[in-house]
């Protein structure tokens, strides 16, 4: 009687796709090339602390600009930007038409002239005029009210990011919004990524955490109630169905008895509800047809289950591979964050009239963005295809020498 051959893992092993490997180290060269460009032309700490119009960022010690009087100054104790003209902001070529200057606090409460400037000055330490004006010449220098900010100064709050001061007054903050909200709109895709990652950093944080907790949750359900998660999911989804395709219903005929329905555009919308709800309905139709069909598989489902619940309790670091993969990432995705804000502040100071100074973006930049905005997809489904592998290999070793 010839004797069951018992499986051996493959003894001669050689990599695979040796060809796309060595074409990621060499694109891996280039974003090591671009992260060495952008650390030294680059210059984040325009955007995270915000900087005046005379080439001083905020919160830190200066080097002087050529040609411009009013740079290189010490702003360490001068965290917040103050616009001269907060409430009459204009847009100029991408560019806030009203001077900015670095200043230790915000004015809390409305100032309505010179006298209001330089008490706020004297009381605070926080000077609201052009560096140049002495205190004591606020209300005395006939060029002061160039030099200083519009009156009256509107009460404005430390906003933390980017550290401006933001008015309160209901309309100078409608005005404010409106132009920053233009200037993004008018930057360039990357300045928009910068921007909606800065301002959206805690959400991200936020739901990256609780994405990681609930795979957490999902590892310890193959673990311990498979069964109960088999039909929890498959009652979840028909209950969705259902969900989508009667609301889509109800929304339809709402629409399509209301009277005011007239415009063409209204008519529009409610052709397109009936396609969704139509498509929707059919969707849910062929996948409730298949659970149907294939409803006396639940107990194969719930069998593959039981094995990897056997699998993770003999490889119990199974559960903690996603958290690996998670700080992983993090890492990469900070770096690759921190390198795209050197690459998006990367310009050389120019200075003109007034002696304030532009920073003007050095050419290749854009092109430097997307080869850097490729290295994410790719690096991060690397770091993804990582894990499913180490899962594999682990989960078949398991299996097949149990």
Not at 69 to 78: E, F, I, R, V
């Amino acid at each position: 009687v010839s004797e069951l051959r018992e499986w051996r893992p493959v003894v001669y092993r050689k990599c695979t796709d040796t060809l796309w490997l060595l074409i990621f180290f060499l694109f891996w060269a280039g974003l090591m090339f671009i992260t060495g460009y952008a650390v030294m032309a680059g210059a984040a700490e325009r955007l995270l602390l915000g900087y005046d119009s005379f080439g001083n960022i905020c919160g830190r010690k200066n080097t002087p600009v050529k040609e411009a009087p009013l740079s290189g100054q010490d702003m360490t104790h001068k965290k917040n930007v103050f616009f001269l003209n907060s409430c009459g902001l204009e847009m100029q070529s991408l560019k806030i038409s009203s001077l900015s200057l670095c200043v230790s606090s915000c004015p809390q409460e409305q100032l309505n002239s010179l006298e209001d400037l330089q008490s706020f000055a004297r009381n605070n330490g926080s000077c609201l005029c052009v560096y140049s004006l002495n205190i004591s010449s606020y209300t005395l220098n006939p060029k002061a009210a160039e030099l200083c900010p519009t009156l009256p100064v509107p009460a404005s709050k430390s906003f933390p990011l980017f550290n401006r001061c933001v008015p309160q007054n209901p309309e100078c903050y409608s005005k404010y919004a409106s132009v920053l909200i233009s200037m993004v709109n008018e930057m360039d895709i990357f300045h928009r990524i910068l921007s909606g990652i800065l301002a959206g950093r805690d959400t991200v944080i936020g739901l990256s955490v609780l994405a990681l907790a609930f795979s957490f949750i999902l590892m310890l359900a193959f673990r311990f109630i498979r069964t109960l998660l088999v039909h929890t999911l498959i009652a979840l989804v028909v209950f969705g169905l259902l969900f989508v395709s009667g609301v889509l219903w109800w929304l339809y005929y709402d629409y399509r008895n209301d009277p005011s329905t007239e415009l063409e555009t209204e008519k529009k919308n409610v052709k397109f509800l009936l396609g969704y709800a139509i498509f929707s309905t059919i969707v849910t139709v062929v996948l409730l047809s298949l659970i149907l069909v294939l409803r006396k598989r639940l107990q194969f489902t719930v069998q593959l289950f039981r094995i990897v619940g056997k699998i993770i309790g003999r490889i119990p670091f199974l559960i903690f591979q996603p958290l690996w993969t998670f700080l992983i990432l993090v890492v990469f995705w900070v770096f690759w964050v921190a390198v795209l804000l050197s690459l998006g502040t990367a310009g050389t100071a120019q200075t003109t009239s007034g002696g304030q100074v532009e920073y003007r973006a050095l050419s290749g930049i854009s092109y430097m963005a997307w080869y850097h905005f490729i290295g994410l997809i790719w690096t991060s489904e690397f770091i993804l295809a990582c894990q499913q592998m180490i899962i594999a290999g682990a989960v078949v070793t398991c299996y097949f020498n149990r």
